[in-house]
T-cell receptor
Framework: GAVVSQHPSWVICKSGTSVKIECRSL??????MFWYRQFPKQSLMLMAT?????????EQGVEKDKFLINHASLTLSTLTVTSAHPEDSSFYIC??????????????FGQGTRLTVV | AQTVTQSQPEMSVQEAETVTLSCTYD???????LFWYKQPPSRQMILVIR??????QNATENRFSVNFQKAAKSFSLKISDSQLGDAAMYFC???????????FGKGTHLIIQP
């Protein structure tokens, strides 16, 4: 299957700073990528849909000014957590779908990023 | 809004036995997709099986099969000949045909007893 790479795998940052997480599709071009958040021992919650060359679509309750998403190329989407606070500590996972295999195929997931804000 | 419900927070099965994980969902759509994902301790999401709602035949992937009851909005996963490597969190997920992101259930922690 297609490969989605996420970087970094884990990051620790100080409260008030910003941190950027990258999501790359390695062997296909992804016009759409997705960002999820997973709290410990809980499910994945869709945060936003990242569209190449346009603004991201955020789910209800997700602060777009706090979670900045940029999808500047067909292989890279970034999630920046701005002015991070301890409550932003979580596991963030991206996914992408390979459009050449059909719009109705499954999404491929990155390995996730564990963010700890101290 | 669509919702996915997994009523079993944890299940335990003996190695080589069969186990069924339950999933129900709520939607007003007629065309959609259902998935089961496995999340091992590494937390990498792995697709186990998918089902298109317009297909009446239940999907099967080796030891994994589903029982899709569209009218009842039920989508259970059966794992046959359970192996130690099957131990993980299992998430049921839903997506409409035209939509993008997945809606996940809360997950079932599957324990395999040797």
């Amino acid at each position: 299957g297609a490969v989605v790479s996420q970087h970094p795998s884990w990051v620790i940052c100080k409260s008030g700073t910003s941190v950027k997480i990258e999501c790359r599709s390695l062997d296909f071009q992804a016009t759409t990528m997705f960002w999820y958040r997973q709290f410990p021992k809980q499910s994945l919650m869709l945060m936003a849909t990242s569209n190449e060359g346009s603004k991201a679509t955020y789910e209800q309750g997700v602060e777009k000014d706090k979670f900045l998403i940029n999808h500047a190329s067909l292989t890279l989407s970034t999630l920046t957590v701005t002015s991070a606070h301890p409550e932003d500590s979580s596991f963030y996972i991206c996914s992408a779908r390979d459009p050449w295999t059909g719009v109705n195929t499954e999404a491929f997931f990155g390995q996730g990023t564990r963010l700890t804000v101290v | 809004a669509q919702t996915v419900t997994q009523s079993q927070p944890e299940m335990s099965v003996q190695e080589a036995e069969t186990v069924t994980l339950s999933c129900t969902y709520d939607t007003s759509e007629s065309d959609y997709y259902l998935f089961w994902y496995k999340q091992p301790p590494s937390r990498q999401m792995i697709l186990v099986i998918r089902q298109e709602a317009y297909k009446q035949q239940n999907a099967t992937e080796n030891r994994f099969s589903v029982n899709f009851q569209k009218a009842a909005k039920s989508f259970s996963l059966k794992i046959s000949d359970s192996q130690l490597g099957d131990a993980a969190m299992y998430f049921c997920a839903y997506r409409t045909r035209g939509a993008d992101g997945l809606t996940f259930g809360k997950g079932t922690h599957l324990i395999i007893q040797p």
